[in-house]
């Protein structure tokens, strides 16, 4: 059996961090995971609202380093608990429980992917990535996506193809 989901998504507020009467730091947040396709007549996508909750030291560096807008990956796994609220009503909670979270956005919010990562295994241990920019060799992001064209037809000649 497999539980492993990955996600990319923006945070749709500041991290939450909060200690268990045992003092394990555990945090909360929610990621906007925009939808592969657009609905109905309009161009806008819709977005998921996924929660996440990090625990350990994983969930003290999401705490001091992630922040509201901030492009984020999270690789985790599935869990869905319940309980019974206040009116005896069973409640039913599905979050992503993350063990890697990696940071994909400067912390001056710019819109350059960073190598940085904090990565936690099972246990909570920590291991931390240096970073490094994407934005090599001078010049603006722009000029060096080869993407930028976003979907739009491109001029290859048949001698450029490998077959």
Request: proline share 4%; charged share 25%.
């Amino acid at each position: 059996m497999l539980n492993r989901v990955i996600l990319i998504g923006r945070l749709t507020r500041d991290p939450e961090l909060r200690y268990t009467p045992a003092g394990v730091a555990v945090t909360q947040f929610t990621l906007a995971v925009d939808r592969p396709f657009t609905s109905g007549g309009s161009k806008e996508r819709e977005a998921d609202f996924i929660n996440i909750v990090t625990w350990r030291q994983l969930a003290e560096t999401c705490a001091n380093y992630l922040r509201k807008g901030r492009l984020t990956a999270v690789e985790g796994r599935i869990q869905v608990r319940n309980y019974d609220n206040n009116e005896g009503k069973r409640v039913y909670v599905t979050e992503v429980i993350a063990d890697n979270v990696r940071f994909l956005e400067s912390s001056g919010g710019g819109n350059r992917e960073e190598g940085g990562s904090s990565n936690a295994n099972a246990g909570g241990g920590y291991s931390g990535g240096g970073s490094g920019s994407s934005n090599r060799g001078g010049g603006s992001r722009e000029q060096q996506d080869p993407f930028i064209d976003d979907g739009k037809p491109i001029d290859i000649s048949d001698d450029d193809l490998p077959f």
